[in-house]
């Protein structure tokens, strides 16, 4: 509402210029000849700013990036001052309104096309500055948004991975195990703990290498497979040169959790699971496959998917817009793939060691 109250009265304010102004060309005028000049103006200025912000809009420069952007203007506004003098002499002249007879003949720098040089960076001075306002706005509210979606994503992960119900499990193995295993409670004592301390160090970030979210998932299914035992078989197969891409924190364990959840927990003989990911040019792909018994024919990725498919498709386009895609399949006789792919973005070098991935046990 304000950008409109701000226009009309630029506009109005030129209108008024341009009727006191008109005798600068043509001798004293009357009130009416005034009037036919200014509002031959005012056309003139209607026709042609549309076109100015569409070339704005196509100036291949950032639109966050202030100076550059006015830096390409400062010709373009020799050219309009001076295109602004025809458009208005043929406004003019269908008007009936009194017209300078060198109008088409005089330098853009010349005083006569002056001050339709200052009209036009009044103007895109004024559409620079709102669109620059609108863009801070925007990315306030993109990083706002972001900062939701990671801490419900962190909410989620724990919720779903580190709930009462999954630590009761895991303790209690290992307390099977302490007498007549204590090396294996050892180890999966070991395993938990690195479990929540990799979940900890990075519940803050956003993005992560992946061969550190390789490293959360190797301690996740590691523990996922004492609960399953033999009916969990875990398949890792990993592009080196994508272990440094960046990925969404915790982007893998939704899928994860889906994929046990109905690939395997519904079902008493062994099931597989495979994590794929590979570059493909700049596109980092990931995938997630379980050979259960796949979805229902009728299932609806809009209406069927949970919080966690919802979260990771929501972050995905949140962080990547339309660079990014999130597709369910389910082939007949091999249960469900979820495929993800995203701008490939590699991490800086690691100011402090990874843990490598070890093949899921």
Not at 42 to 71: C, E, F, K, N, T
Not at 343 to 355: D, G, M, Q, W, Y
Request: charged share 20%; glycine share 4%.
């Amino acid at each position: 509402m304000k950008h409109r109250l701000a226009a009309f009265a630029f506009g109005v304010l030129v209108i008024l210029v341009y009727s006191t102004g008109a005798d600068l060309h043509a001798g004293p005028l009357d009130w009416r000849a005034s009037a036919l000049a200014a509002l031959a103006a005012g056309l003139a200025w209607l026709l042609i700013v549309p076109l100015v912000i569409a070339a704005d809009r196509r100036i291949p420069i950032a639109r966050d990036v202030l100076y550059p952007r006015l830096l390409l203007h400062v010709p373009l506004s020799l050219v309009v001052s001076w295109a602004f003098a025809y458009v208005d002499y043929g406004i003019s002249r269908l008007l009936h309104a009194p017209v300078t007879a060198d109008l088409l003949t005089t330098s853009p720098l010349s005083a006569v096309h002056r001050f339709n040089w200052l009209v036009y960076w009044a103007i895109i001075g004024w559409y620079v500055a709102s669109d620059y306002q609108d863009q801070i706005r925007d990315r306030k509210v993109r990083t706002a948004e972001l900062e939701r979606l990671l801490a419900q994503s962190r909410l989620e992960t724990l919720r779903t991975q580190l709930h009462p119900h999954f630590l009761f499990n895991a303790l209690n193995a290992i307390s099977a195990n302490v007498e007549s295993a204590p090396r294996t409670a050892r180890w999966m004592l070991e395993q938990l703990g690195d479990l929540l301390r990799l979940a900890l160090d990075h519940s803050d970030d956003q993005v992560i290498p992946l061969q550190r979210e390789l490293a959360f998932v190797d301690r996740y299914m590691k523990l996922q497979k004492v609960r399953y035992e033999d009916r969990l078989d875990v398949i890792l197969d990993v592009d080196p040169l994508a272990l440094q891409a960046l990925v969404p924190t915790f982007i893998l364990q939704p899928l994860l959790e889906n994929a046990i959840r109905h690939g395997i927990a519904t079902r008493s003989t062994p099931g597989q699971i495979e994590i794929q990911a590979w570059c493909e040019e700049e596109v980092l792909h990931l995938a997630v496959r379980d050979d259960g018994p796949g979805l229902a024919a009728n299932w609806d990725l809009e209406k069927g998917a949970g919080v966690g498919l919802s979260n990771t498709r929501e972050r995905l386009r949140r962080l990547y817009g339309d660079a990014q895609s999130f597709r369910i399949q389910s082939p007949v006789g091999a249960g469900v793939q979820v495929d993800l792919r995203f701008p490939l973005r590699r991490a800086e070098p690691a100011t402090r060691p990874a843990s490598a991935p070890a093949r899921p046990a």
